[in-house]
């Protein structure tokens, strides 16, 4: 172990003296080592995420014994808790792609500490959110009939509709992501073949890398190849997202029928998903010992990336009550109104506002974000403020729609929360044993910046002249 | 005990018993020595175990074995009964298979005669329609009428003859009470307790029975009697004279708490013809006017064009002052609270305008005074012989059910009452409270209770015998102006009943069945050929020249008393669903939603705004409520435009034997109730701690702010309809544009299309029950109903607009429009809700995956989810499943469902144009709602067809899609409610509070 934990920060997107060997030794011995010397904080974790895994089976079974009627949806409200969590997860299943992808285009070095963790959150939220809408279905045994598939009866899915899309949306997503995601573990794999310790691993991380030579061609085979991924899922971030936000914008409820929604929902998703990657960089990186990896730097890139974004999702609110406002339609005067005074739910508007509004205002500090801590807990307010978000959306538009007389309340149950926890069980056991088993960073790009910045120097340099250049304290 | 036992021997031994006992009773078997012997002789290791201990492999292979040897077993033939099933080589005529027969006989309701075809299918009864020839139809059923066909099945219903809960025959039953009878002198001490009996037969036998028993005395209770009108014909005119009312021929009606289109005799006929004179298509079209003064807002007070609120002192009151204005002879009283002189002058110009055009009806629960007051002004305007007529009394025997429930509790309390025999009706738990009945009943010995259920009488009585349903048995009765019904039995008694005529038999020492006594009766009573009437008669559903005779009696001097306002006043009501308690145990009714409350399952204490404000109350908050010495608690609810200084108490909830639906379920409200008032008496109210959780469908908005720029609801004046007769405001308040992208869609054989005619719903509920029957609608249950997930295709919102103490009532009937442009259709991903090419939004229940996404672009919320399997599916299905229509899917859990205009009958119907070569004719479809419809507000046909009534009907001004501006086009449209008030009137009467 190179690095000890709370040692040694920095805010370049890798710490000074970094060698091919320090970043191996780094992220490969917590892979490589025996099921004993597992952290205790991983077994304890697991455990946990285990048991709410648990939940969420039986949770399942209960659902599909019993039928949809365990959950508090009703009529005006046939979508409730299911959705809202279905649409968090799918947004929190952002940022990975878009931090692998686009930012390798835009060839931003600072990404490369993160991406691999961050993919691997997008492939399991993507699963979490994918389980959503088949479970939610009243008859989810037969949810491959949204599936184009020939069958003697001749029928085929109805194309009109937002929800097939987004069944195509979410399987080429799930799909790309998990492509794009093994590529780039093809030479850590090699490398892990290379160290493994034990004969389980030299078979399972031999059969992973697929006979990775470490040769030039191979090298420009692979990396011919990562690049042409990227390009084919920068569309994807910006695709999956707005398909989901159709599934309201083509409805007519006052609420979901905006134009707005697909860019809104688009920036919604990648504020979550940096939020999300925020939450488990954090402690990873503490837990891990891979300061010297995930730098500050990392940490307020994000946070930027947050800030941003969530100012847009701020536009977002606001253009919203105003286009309801300037209708002069009855129906859209009316939701806005009740959203954000109603009786019922204004509550949920302004936590929300707080929520994705108020508590990222301090990012705008460097010392905000760069402090682990402070955004772990804004990550935390996010990730609370965008499932509000998603609330006021579905279930406050739909209980007060066109007609008076259909007007109704929605209350969620015990069941609706423990499919809810469940997903997160699900989620964080998938996420433990990634960490265990596969390198939770890309050596092999982290090598070639720690090559780069030998051989170079770095970019990040200039941070530090400027700093002394201002007189500021040095890495602060 | 056999030595040698073979193979042989044991095979028969196994042959006895089937395949399912067998592998319960091997142990059994090989207990006995005889099959050890065998074993051990011919299988000697595998016997050695059956002795000793178990072991695991041991246990393994014997059930090999025992798999084998059940296969064995199987080779036997079974032992099955030797009967013989004969197909329909020859089949019954008229029967063909798939096809239902509709039968005509009658509902009976508070004793009256209602006339129904009753819809058989294969023998079993499922939908009551309306006998278009009965007189007291006219085509249009009752929400009770839909629903009564679900207590024909309900499995809660009594099966077995009973004495003190031990089970006994129908002959012990009878061999008793004939020597007990026979062993009275002159039948002294035998007492007979009935319901409202109208049944000439039935009416013979009793007069048989007491020719035969001179000493014995036959009582009648019903709650719903019309004890008051009995009373108040005696009044006005010294002898029994019953009222029938002509509404078709009235232009000025006043209602004095009369819910006359809802409850009462004659409601269906009130109903219909009340609309006739109130239709309006044209500003040209004439309108009666209703002046309505009531208590509580009731159906036929919502379509009143003056609505006043009044205490139940105060309708009394305002009864004196019209009459006295009309130059009747009654005491001077104040006018009450709400009134003021203005609208009196009004009235009685309006009155005094339409000699004999005009009507004034009193309230089945009011004093008799307000029905001699109604019969002297009705004298006074000259309507005697036009829109009131008088005839002979229906009734076997008119009374005071209440004095006559009195005399035979004194009777059973004083002892004097050896044998009680009670057909139907459940007094212990209906009569009023201080009667005492319960109490009573226990010091006769022998008390016989023949009823539908195993109630709080049935369990109380010494002997209960179960009585067949209305369907299930011949009898015959009588509608309000006295044409009689022979009603016919649908199917034999499902759960082994008796009709009332058996046991009167029984009593007559007789033992003709129901069939027998039915037809002796009329036989003696048809000239020609006997056989000819009986066919006819029972085909037609009304027996010829029945109707009772007219009388024109003279009014005799009264007198009467106003009675004094008190600070709160309850007012009973028998439920408007589940009656008097009779129908406690019908799911449907209990689902079905109370008009303008919207409450299912549950009764409550009904508060106007005002009083429940005085009272620091507010909705679902408890209130113990005191009167004579007892008290309840009942939850509270605030209803707009009820009486200041009232509390409305429902009847027929806090049911403790209603069966596995009905008990348990709300407050005894005949708990305050005394025989000396009936239906009004003063209460103490105390709020009490706690709350009560009440489930109703609707929540409640008024209609003004967000409500009223929606222009869900539209309403106007005939006078502002005649001012702009070619597009009126109200109808249209907002300018419409055709905008389309596509060109339409053409549709090129039928279009179907339905208009709802707001002017003359008045939210009684019979859609909804006729549709719940009709299309197999399951019901969910209280817990289900709160969270907002009842399933009625076609439910009635209702709309509050105005004075919160006075408003404007509003209904509109409320099922899938059947947009051409659905917004449910694009939505669903696997294309389960479909547009076919006669426009009608089709739903595919197989192919729906239950995304739910329809509901929730549908902006009427039309759309119900099966959340639960709330239909009775496979094995758990009860009998209440023989009541589903068999032309309907049942639909299963996880789909969605709604409203399909009935396509089961347009396919009907279709089937049947097509066989005889021509297309469907108009009104040849009638859907379930417009059938039941009792106003005929609901409209139905093909609107591609420029002569039909719906195409028609949707040619008028005041015709209006509701949000319209979403372009939904709906198929269903409604027509703008208008009213006609007395132009004198037309600043709105402010009512004092």
Not at chain 1, 190 to 219: E, H, M, P, V
Not at chain 2, 813 to 829: D, G, K, L
């Amino acid at each position: 172990m190179a690095v000890v934990s709370g040692k040694a920060e920095t805010h370049r997107v890798i710490a000074p003296g970094e060698t091919a060997g320090s970043i191996d030794d780094a992220v490969l011995n917590p892979v490589l080592a025996g099921p004993l010397r597992t952290p205790t904080w991983w077994w304890i974790g697991f455990s946990i995420a285990m048991a709410f895994l648990s939940l969420y089976l039986v949770s399942i079974v209960v659902l599909i014994s019993t039928g949809t009627g365990v959950w508090g949806n009703n009529v005006p409200v046939g979508w409730g808790m299911p959705i809202i969590n279905f649409v968090w997860w799918i947004g929190i299943g952002h940022a990975g792609t878009l931090i692998s992808a686009i930012l390798l285009l835009f060839r931003q070095p600072w990404r490369t500490s993160i991406n691999r963790f961050a993919e691997a959150m997008t492939i399991f939220a993507v699963v979490c959110a994918g389980l959503y809408p088949i479970l939610h279905l009243g008859r989810p045994w037969v949810f491959y009939w949204l599936a184009p598939y020939p069958n003697t009866m001749g029928l085929f899915p109805q194309f009109r509709s937002p929800l097939d899309w987004d069944l195509f949306a979410i399987a080429t997503y799930g799909s790309v992501s998990v492509l794009f995601w093994f590529i780039g573990l093809i030479p850590d794999m090699a490398t892990l073949r290379d160290r493994a310790r034990s004969r389980f691993q030299k078979i399972l991380y031999g059969t992973l890398c697929l006979g990775w030579n470490n040769s030039a061609r191979a090298w420009q085979r692979y990396q011919r190849a990562y690049l042409l991924l990227a390009a084919l899922s920068f569309p994807l971030v910006l695709s999956v997202h707005s398909t989901i936000a159709l599934d309201f914008a083509v409805a007519q409820v006052p609420g979901w029928n905006n134009t707005v929604y697909p860019p809104y929902f688009v920036a919604g998703a990648v504020f979550a998903g940096f939020a999300m990657v925020l939450i488990l960089a954090i402690p990873l990186r503490r837990g891990f010992g891979l300061q010297k990896l995930i730098t500050r730097r990392h940490l307020d890139n994000a946070a930027k990336l947050m800030l941003a974004t969530g100012l847009i999702v701020l536009y977002g609110y606001v253009v919203e009550a105003f286009m309801g406002w300037y209708s002069g339609v009855e129906f859209e005067t009316y939701f806005i109104f009740n959203r954000i005074f109603g009786a019922d739910h204004w509550w949920a508007f302004w936590l929300l506002i707080a929520c994705n509004g108020v508590a990222i205002q301090p990012l705008w500090f460097r010392r905000v974000r760069q402090n682990p801590l402070a955004l772990f807990v804004i990550a935390l307010i996010v990730s609370v403020g965008m499932w509000l978000e998603r609330f006021v959306i579905i279930v406050v538009s739909l209980t007060k729609d066109f007609l008076l007389s259909s007007w109704d309340d929605y209350v969620s149950t015990v069941w609706d929360w423990s499919l809810y926890l469940g997903s997160l069980g699900l989620f964080f056991v998938l996420f433990f044993l990634f960490i265990r088993l596969l390198p939770a960073i890309a050596t092999s790009e982290m090598k070639e910046l720690a090559h780069h910045d030998t051989l170079h120097g770095s970019d990040d340099d200039f941070e530090e002249i400027r700093q002394r250049y201002h007189g500021e304290e040095v890495g602060s | 005990m056999n030595e040698k036992l073979s193979i042989k021997e044991i095979r028969e031994r196994l042959s006895d018993k089937t395949g399912r006992d067998y592998w319960r009773s091997l142990d059994e078997l090989a207990e006995t020595e005889a099959f050890r012997d065998f074993m051990d002789k011919e299988f000697p290791r595998q016997a050695a175990p059956l002795e000793g201990s178990w072991h695991r492999r041991d246990v393994l292979k014997l059930l090999g074995a025992s798999l084998a040897l059940a296969g064995l077993g199987a080779c036997a033939r079974p032992v099955l009964p030797h009967e013989k099933i004969v197909p329909y080589v020859q089949a019954p005529e008229e029967m063909i298979p798939g096809r239902p027969l509709f039968f005509a006989t009658a509902a009976l309701h508070g004793g009256y005669a209602e006339g129904v075809l009753a819809e058989s299918h294969q023998g079993r009864p499922t939908k009551l329609e309306g006998n278009p020839d009965h007189p007291a139809s006219l085509g249009a059923t009752h929400a009770l009428t839909q629903a009564s066909v679900l207590s024909l099945y309900d499995p809660d219903r009594s099966d077995t003859v009973l004495e003190g809960g031990q089970v006994r025959s129908w002959e012990q039953l009878t061999a008793l009470v004939s020597a007990a009878v026979e062993n009275l002198d002159q039948g002294r001490g035998l007492r007979l307790l009935t319901e409202t009996v109208t049944s000439p037969t039935l009416a013979r036998q009793i007069s048989d029975l007491l020719a035969r028993f001179p000493e014995a005395v036959w009582h009648q209770y019903d709650t719903s009697h019309g004890d008051s009108a009995v009373a108040g014909a005696r009044m006005a005119f010294g002898r029994d004279i019953a009222t029938s009312y002509h509404f078709d021929q009235a232009d000025v009606i006043l209602s004095l708490d009369a819910d006359f289109t809802y409850s009462g005799p004659g409601r269906l006929r009130h109903a219909k013809d009340f609309a006739s004179r109130r239709r309006v298509r044209t500003a040209d079209d004439g309108m009666n006017r209703l002046y309505q003064v009531e208590t509580f807002p009731t159906t036929t007070g919502s379509l009143a064009d003056h609505r006043i609120p009044l205490t139940p002192a105060g309708v009394v009151a305002l009864a004196a002052a019209v009459a006295q204005g009309l130059g009747v002879d009654a005491p001077t009283a104040a006018l009450p609270a709400g009134i003021d002189q203005v609208w009196l002058d009004a009235l009685l110009e309006d009155l005094n305008a339409h000699q004999g055009s005009s009507l004034v009806i009193a309230g089945h629960e009011q004093p008799a005074a307000v029905h001699a007051l109604a019969h002297a002004m009705n004298e006074a305007l000259g309507n005697v012989g036009r829109t009131v007529r008088y005839h002979q009394p229906v009734e076997a025997r008119p009374e005071d059910h209440g004095a006559s429930l009195r005399d035979l509790a004194q009777a059973m309390n004083d002892g004097s009452v050896e044998v009680l025999v009670t057909i139907g009706g459940n007094p212990v738990f209906t009569a009023p409270a201080d009667v005492a009945f319960g109490a009573a009943l226990d010091s006769v010995s022998l008390s016989v209770h023949l009823g539908h259920y195993l109630d709080e009488t049935g369990t109380r009585s010494s002997w209960h015998a179960p009585l067949v349903h209305e369907l299930e048995a011949w009898s015959d009765a009588r509608s309000s102006d006295g044409t009689t019904t022979i009603m016919q039995p649908l199917i034999a008694p499902l759960f082994g009943g008796r009709s009332a005529h058996e046991l009167l038999a029984v009593l007559l020492g007789d033992d003709a069945s129901g069939y027998d006594i039915v037809r002796s009766y009329w036989r003696g009573r048809v000239e020609g050929d006997f056989d000819d009437f009986w066919r006819r008669t029972v085909y037609r559903g009304t027996v010829a020249g029945s109707e009772a005779a007219g009388e024109e009696p003279s009014l005799q001097p009264f007198a009467i008393d106003i009675p004094e306002e008190t600070d709160l006043q309850a007012v009973f009501r028998l439920d408007p669903s589940i009656g008097d308690g009779r129908h406690a145990n019908n799911g449907w009714l209990q689902e079905l939603p109370n008009p303008f409350t919207k409450l299912t399952w549950d009764n409550v204490a009904l508060l106007s705004p005002t009083t429940a404000e005085q009272l620091g109350v507010a909705n679902e908050d408890l209130l113990t409520l005191s009167a004579g010495g007892r008290d309840v608690e009942a939850p509270v609810w605030v209803q707009p435009g009820q009486a200041v200084g009232t509390v409305v108490l429902n009847l027929g909830y806090g049911r403790t034997h209603a069966g596995r639906i009905g008990s348990g379920l709300g407050f005894d409200a005949y708990a305050l109730r005394s025989g000396g008032e009936p239906w009004s008496t003063a209460v103490a109210a105390q709020p009490a701690r706690g709350r009560f959780k009440l489930a109703d469908t609707q929540t409640h908005h008024a209609l003004d702010g967000t409500g009223e720029r929606r222009h869900i609801v539209r309403s106007g004046s005939l006078v502002a309809f005649q001012n702009e007769p070619a597009k009126p405001h109200f109808a249209h308040p907002v300018e419409e544009h055709e905008s389309n992208l596509y060109p339409d869609y053409v549709y090129e054989s039928y279009a179907w299309g339905k208009v709802i005619d707001m002017t003359v719903c008045t939210g009684c509920n019979a859609c909804v029950a006729a549709c719940q029957a009709e299309n197999n609608i399951p019901i969910v249950g209280k817990d289900q109903v709160r969270i907002g997930r009842e399933m009625h295709w076609i439910r009635v919102d209702s709309y509050y607009k105005g004075d919160i103490d006075n408003p404007e009532f509003f209904s509109m009937p409320m099922a899938c429009q059947q947009c051409e442009q659905a917004p449910c259709e694009p939505v669903c991903p696997v294309g389960a809700t479909v547009h076919d090419h006669e426009g009608l939004n089709a739903m595919v229940y197989n192919r729906c995956v239950g995304t739910r996404y329809c509901s929730n672009n549908c902006p009427y919320k039309v759309r119900r989810f099966n959340f639960l399997q709330y239909a009775e599916l496979g094995t758990n299905a009860t009998e209440l499943s023989l009541a589903n229509n068999p032309d309907v899917t049942v639909r299963s859990r996880g789909v969605m469902e709604k409203c399909t205009y009935c396509t089961q009958r347009i396919a009907q119907a279709r089937i049947t144009s097509n066989n005889e070569g021509r297309t469907i004719r108009d009104g040849e479809v009638v859907t379930a709602c417009q059938a039941a419809c009792p106003t005929d507000a609901i409209v139905f046909g093909d609107i591609n067809d420029p002569n039909s009534v719906v195409t028609q009907t949707k040619t008028s001004a005041i015709n209006y899609t509701v949000l319209d501006e979403l372009n939904t086009v709906p198929r269903t449209s409604y027509l703008a409610k208008v009213t006609n008030p007395n132009p004198r009137l037309v600043a709105p009467v402010e009512v004092d509070s």
